[in-house]
């Protein structure tokens, strides 16, 4: 058998690219036609709600689904006629599948000692991935001494160990607690930037993916709604699904009577005089509009203040104060619905102070409202 590669270190990104790749269940499309190009050594997360697709595409790429049309390629070569074990992919999901016979470090060196590796290189390895995943203090037991978040790790070194061209995770933390969780986040991408293993992760937990990824796929229906990074993908949603689903957003209906100084002109509903919004160049004046309005982009105005350059204005009543730590999330009641508004924490006394009951206005900047076909 040959031997592996001896060093963590070495570089081992594989150019991942899926084209036109479907696959149906009779009537059902549970993946309708997904293109994606992984660059060798990307992170990319795929990110959607339940039943959008993200895992049939992952269990495509690793060979566990055969996909009715399409094709995958690493390094320019398809690999839909490969089977799993020839496809040199590290595999974590969510059922663990550790041997129940085997120790920990068994579990994680089971792979080298399949590839003929001698033993002393298969004990420095499986030392050094499961300190990295900080289960060395495990290395004897067995897989039902441990919880289900150490099981996870103890499956992630395992995948680890061989320095594969192309990573696979599927919600690989799911098990974990928060604290546990957001260090495992921060050590499997310095990891992975460090070993450049071109990753597909997939998650529904839109922090993980904002925090982790290079790109992210927001998927719905079988599709790839938008493909970019973690910032355009906040910042310049391209359609209302991917607006709503990344982070909160403010949604009112409208419509689109015309265009000014290069910004879109939107009536809201309950209110006749138009707002300033984002340009959105896919819309006809008289189409029927939802405006989207991230609560961190409304400013809560201090009694008295000046406008302090906002084009759009409003006011509402405070109907909720929610102590969120760094920020408060104000619920207020206005002519456009409830609204939620995220401002800096009063705790230091350097944030704004609203209570239950307060009537407030509101600003904001006409290139922070955008404007979408509704979905």
């Known amino acids: ?16 690219a899926i084209s036109g790749l479907q696959k149906r269940y009779q009537d059902h499309a549970a993946v309708a036609g997904v293109d994606l190009d992984v660059a060798p050594g990307e992170f990319v997360a795929l990110l959607g709600p339940s039943g959008c697709g993200k895992t049939t595409v992952l269990r495509s790429i690793a060979g566990l689904v055969s996909p009715t049309a399409g094709d995958i390629r690493i390094d320019s070569r398809s690999i839909l006629a490969d089977p799993v074990y020839k496809r040199d992919l590290g595999m974590v999901f969510q059922s663990y599948a550790l041997f129940p016979h085997m120790t920990v470090k068994q579990n994680v060196a089971f792979g080298l000692r399949m590839r003929g590796v001698s033993k002393e290189e298969m004990t420095r390895r499986a030392d050094e991935s499961l300190e990295l995943v900080r289960m060395q203090a495990y290395a004897e037991r067995f897989p039902a001494q441990l919880s289900g978040g150490q099981q996870q790790r103890v499956a992630l070194a395992r995948a680890i160990i061989m320095n ?9 933390f799911s098990a974990l607690d928060a604290k546990l969780r957001e260090s495992m986040q921060i050590e499997l991408r310095q990891l992975q930037r460090r070993l450049r293993i071109t990753t597909i992760f997939v998650t529904h937990d839109q922090q993980e993916a904002l925090t982790m990824a290079d790109r992210i796929a927001v ?7 938008q493909f970019g990074t973690p910032q355009a993908i906040y910042n310049a949603p391209q359609t209302l699904f991917v607006a709503e689903f990344i982070g909160r957003m403010n949604s009112v209906p409208g419509r689109l009577i015309g265009r000014e100084s290069g910004h879109s002109l939107v009536r809201l509903e309950g209110r006749e005089d138009p707002y300033l919004a984002k340009d959105n160049g896919q819309l006809g004046v008289g189409d029927v509009v939802v405006a989207a309005l991230r609560p961190e982009k409304i400013a809560l105005l201090a009694p008295g203040s000046g406008v302090n350059g906002y084009t759009g204005l409003s006011e509402g009543k405070v109907s909720e104060v929610i102590f969120t730590g760094g920020q408060i999330c104000v619920y207020l009641e206005t002519i456009h619905g409830q609204l ?6 009063g705790a230091h006394g350097n944030g704004v102070h609203v209570s239950s009951g307060d009537t407030v206005r509101i600003g904001w900047n006409a290139s922070d409202m955008l404007v979408f076909p509704p979905g």
């Open 219 to 225: 998927m719905n229906t079988g599709r790839v709604e």
């Open 340 to 345: 939620m508004v995220a401002a800096q924490s």
């Open 1 to 16: 058998m040959a031997t592996a590669n001896s060093s963590f270190s070495s570089p081992r990104a594989g150019h991942l």
């Open 164 to 172: 594969p061209t192309v990573l696979l995770l599927d919600e690989p």
